[in-house]
């Protein structure tokens, strides 16, 4: 096997494709080299190698270390030194490199190979004593660090004392002399700390360095990071061994890096640091303060100190040559590391950059239209959920945290507000002018007029989708949910999280995209959806197949979805719209009636609100299609559970409050969601269906008269499970449909069709096909009825199973694609066995999450639906499962 793999001198073996076997470092070592760049020659020991040593008890292949031997010597070969050669020693840099940077993994070391003798050599090679002790000490604290795994504090200590004695401050005024004291006494301390001397065989260094590569692929560190990431343990770590250039040669030597565009928002100009007379690790140490690139950059920083462009011109030059290059080679914006020795500029690394959400659009955008990559090129460029970070406003990253309470990212966005612990007291508060954050134990549905007059909202217990998340993210409002460390006593009208205690009317800012609490305002970046966003979403309209819609119900999410270019809503939750106070009541006592001809007339006065409501609505959504879902939640969410509430709703209504109290008894149910509700209520209350269909197209005939297009209202059944329910429910539907439409003496297209939210009804799709014309996949619910997993409880012991693997991620943020995806591809088929044309579209959270999308298109459906402020990522999101 061929373990090792060599570059520099203009060749290499390898090149930027075998970034599996070479590691990211190593790949792009050898791809510059093959290009002609100026890179120090060197070889990769492969990630095989390290597999091979950790599946072999921690043993090298055998014939590894010939293959070493041989690198070796076609880098002595091609610099023209010898390793461990005391009068002309070659020095190298030990780095790790994983296929994908991973930190976490062992540090670089570098100036391996010197010792008490090359030290000399090299000395006199350069001409340099002071520049020759310098990078021994180096070496002795990095080796010593990274490999023998002592403390940088006991190096530190000596030079403080040195400097101490010497009077000095700053490491460069330290001489040559200094130095070698300064080095006699780094050695004692190993000896003292390890109880033997530091390894002065350069052939013990090297292969110290090497296996510490390897055994920090096993590290703590890093095994966190990979299953943070997802990084499989099984790919294991390159190592490189790469001959030293010098950046700590003097006034014409240089270290730095560079972004070949600015990486928080993408403006085309390099962008970087650098030190003079300084080692790779000094830059990012911040021992000296790095000067800017770029004289514009120096320029913006207000900086003194001269720009590389101005300190070395000529050099500069060619390194705004050759990152150019890289640019285009790689097609994409590159972040180098550079050192320049004596003059001469030697590249170390290239590598794709990191960059903002921002930064990610602008340079994709920037790329098109230089022609460099195609348009399609930029859609796939750009992460979808990464456009969360642009569509709400973000905390201030370099603004002071305090973190109060941590729980979970519900709903991305910042917000500051004083703190109130009810929904009223939110909605009174707001009215007054004063922004508030909602804190609640949990939310209900009684709790929306709150949470929309709150900034944000933060629960202290459920998950990622209880009804605060769900909400929340519909609203657009940030959120902060299961955060288990604040404890409400709602009577004293404060809560408390780590040993502090905070009282209603103090300000906290809540960080919805992590998850946190935060004492006090924090200082915020409003979201600007500038130019190239509405470009690149162009781009992505232009290549998707999949239509996006939104899950609205008021107005005003009604509005912000049309905004972010909602192609019509796929989810009203009719319900939503009965909880204002003026509606509760004729609900409730709609619910309470023991007969049809009482909840006759209660519904006859909600009728009116409702239509209202779609009036408006369809009026926004004029000429698309707009789902509504009929009444689905439990009725025992409606009721009234005090005396005291009893007592007023007997008071308005008119009804006896006995009889009242006695008929919620009636109702109140052991499991709700398995409950009265969904289809459920329209076969046992048909008048209740029949109310909000009559409103439904009551409402599409007044807009239409009005509006340039008449909307397309698509009626929906929730929880239909079998066939002849779907009949029943179909017939009511068109029943009422011909009786509005005689007395109005108009008509208006509209759809029937039902949820698909339980497993019998993705089995039987083709019996509900046969009178439903189109499916919407509730996968929120069916999730739950698949899993048989409570939504609302799941955060309880969810954890337990994603720690312990066996979820790798939940099942309520990322389909399964496997059980409820398995029901979704049997709903579909079968569906289209009966009515081929069938409209089919998904409408739980997981319409706005990416990798649920990618699903959505390969099982061939319409369109998906998702939360407002979720639509941009999902229009992306479905252009790049098209392409
Ligand atoms: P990281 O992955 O942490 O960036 P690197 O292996 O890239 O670690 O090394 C860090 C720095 O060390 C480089 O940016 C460079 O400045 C310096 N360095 C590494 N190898 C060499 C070398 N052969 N000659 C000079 N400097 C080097
Ligand atoms: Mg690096
Ligand atoms: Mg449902």
């Not at 020693?89 to 010197?114: F, I, Q, W």
């Amino acid at each position: 096997t061929q373990w090792v793999y060599g570059f520099g001198g203009g060749s290499a073996d390898g090149d930027a494709s075998m970034k599996n076997l070479l590691g990211g470092k190593g790949a792009n070592l050898a791809e510059m080299a093959r290009l002609g760049l100026p890179v120090p020659p060197g070889f990769t020991v492969t990630t095989e190698a390290c597999v091979s040593y950790f599946s072999n008890a921690n043993t090298y292949p055998a014939d590894l270390g010939d293959q070493v031997a041989a690198g070796l010597k076609t880098v002595e070969g091609i610099v023209g030194k010898t390793f461990g050669d005391a009068a002309n020693p070659l020095l190298v840099s030990v780095r790790s490199g994983a296929r994908a940077s991973m930190p976490g993994m062992m540090d670089t070391v570098l100036n391996l190979g010197l010792n008490d003798h090359t030290v000399e050599g090299l000395a006199k090679l350069s001409g340099d004593r002071r520049f020759a002790f310098d990078s021994y000490r180096r070496f002795i604290t990095m080796y010593s660090n990274v490999v023998l795994g002592l403390s940088h504090d006991d190096f530190e200590e000596v030079l403080d004392d040195h400097k101490d004695r010497l009077g000095v401050t700053v490491d460069t005024d330290l001489t040559a002399a200094d130095w070698e004291k300064v080095v006699a006494d780094y050695k004692a301390v190993v000896e003292r700390e390890l109880g033997q001397p530091f390894p002065q065989d350069p052939q013990d260094q090297l292969w110290g360095a090497v296996s510490a590569v390897f055994a920090s692929w096993m590290n703590d560190r890093a095994k966190f990071y990979r299953r943070m990431h997802d990084i499989p343990e099984s790919w294991g770590t390159a190592v490189n061994v790469q001959s030293m250039v010098f950046g700590n040669m003097g006034e014409t030597s240089a270290t730095g890096v560079a972004f070949t565009r600015n990486p928080s928002t993408g403006e085309a100009r390099l962008y970087g640091e650098f030190l003079i007379n300084a080692q790779g690790e000094d830059v990012v140490a911040g021992i000296r303060t790095p000067q800017s690139l770029t004289r514009v950059g120096r320029e913006e920083m207000g900086e003194t100190a001269p720009s590389m462009e101005e300190a070395m011109p000529g050099v500069f030059a060619e390194f705004v040559e050759v990152v150019g290059r890289l640019e285009s080679h790689y097609r994409d914006m590159q972040d180098i590391e550079f050192t320049v020795e004596q003059g001469r500029l030697w590249m170390l690394q290239t590598r794709n950059g990191k960059r903002t959400a921002k930064s990610a659009l602008k340079v994709a955008v920037d790329l098109a239209g230089e022609g460099v990559i195609s348009e399609e090129e930029a859609v796939s460029r750009v992460e979808p959920a990464a456009l969360d970070q642009l569509l709400h406003p973000t905390l201030d990253p370099n603004a002071e945290r305090k973190v109060v309470a941590a729980g979970l990212p519900a709903s991305p966005g910042a917000a500051t507000g004083k703190i109130v612990f009810d929904a009223d007291a939110a909605e009174k508060a707001s009215q007054m002018g004063d922004a508030v954050i909602l804190v609640r134990e949990e939310t209900s549905p009684e709790d929306i007029h709150g949470m929309h007059a709150a900034r944000g909202i933060v629960t202290a217990r459920g998950g990622m989708t209880s009804h605060a998340a769900v909400v929340a993210r519909g609203m657009g409002r940030p959120c902060v949910s299961g955060a288990g460390e604040i404890h409400i006593d709602e009577a004293a009208q404060t809560f408390t999280a780590r040993g502090r205690t905070f009282k209603a009317g103090e300000v906290i800012t809540i960080d919805g995209s992590k998850g946190e609490v935060l004492d006090g305002a924090v200082a915020m970046i409003e979201p600007e959806l500038t130019g190239d966003f509405q470009t690149l979403m162009g781009w992505a309209d232009k290549v998707r197949r999949l239509k996006v819609r939104a899950n609205a119900e008021t107005p005003l999410d009604a509005r912000t979805a049309r905004g972010f270019g909602a192609e019509g809503i796929g989810l009203c939750r009719t319900e939503h719209m009965f909880f204002d106070e003026e509606r509760i009541a004729a609900v409730r006592e709609m619910i309470l009636s023991d007969d049809e001809a009482g909840r006759r007339v209660a519904l006859a006065k909600i009728a009116p609100f409702q239509k209202s409501d779609f009036v408006e609505l369809f009026t926004i959504m004029a000429g698309l299609p707009v789902t509504i879902r009929l009444l689905d939640p439990p009725l025992h969410e409606f009721i009234p559970h005090t005396d005291e509430d009893i007592d007023a709703l007997a008071e308005t209504s008119g009804i006896d409050a006995a009889k009242l109290k006695k008929r919620a008894r009636e109702l109140h149910e052991t499991n709700p969601m398995l409950g009265h509700r969904g289809a459920r209520l329209g076969v046992a209350y048909p008048e209740i269906y029949e109310m909000q269909v009559r409103a439904i197209l009551e409402a599409a005939l007044e807009v239409k008269k009005t509006a340039a297009e008449a909307p397309i209202p698509e009626i929906m059944h929730p929880l239909v499970a079998l066939g002849l329910e779907m009949k029943f429910l179909r017939e009511l539907t068109d029943k009422t449909a011909k009786a509005v439409f005689a007395e109005a003496g108009d008509t208006v297209e509209y759809l029937v069709g039902t949820m698909i939210e339980l497993p019998r009804a993705a089995l039987r799709a083709a019996d509900l096909a046969e009178h439903a014309e189109f499916f919407s996949f509730g996968t929120n619910d069916l999730t739950q009825t698949t899993f048989g997993i409570s939504r609302d409880d799941s955060g309880r012991f969810l954890q337990a199973y994603m720690d312990k693997g066996i979820f790798e991620t939940d099942p309520f943020v990322r389909l399964d694609q496997d059980g409820v995806g398995d029901l979704i591809r049997i709903a579909a088929e079968r569906g289209k066995t009966v009515r081929p044309d069938i409209k089919m579209g998904i409408c739980g959270e997981h319409g706005g999450d990416p990798s649920s999308i990618a699903f959505c298109e390969t099982v061939g459906l319409t369109y998906v639906s998702c939360s407002p402020y979720r639509v941009p990522i999902a229009r992306l999101a479905a252009a790049q499962a098209a392409l």
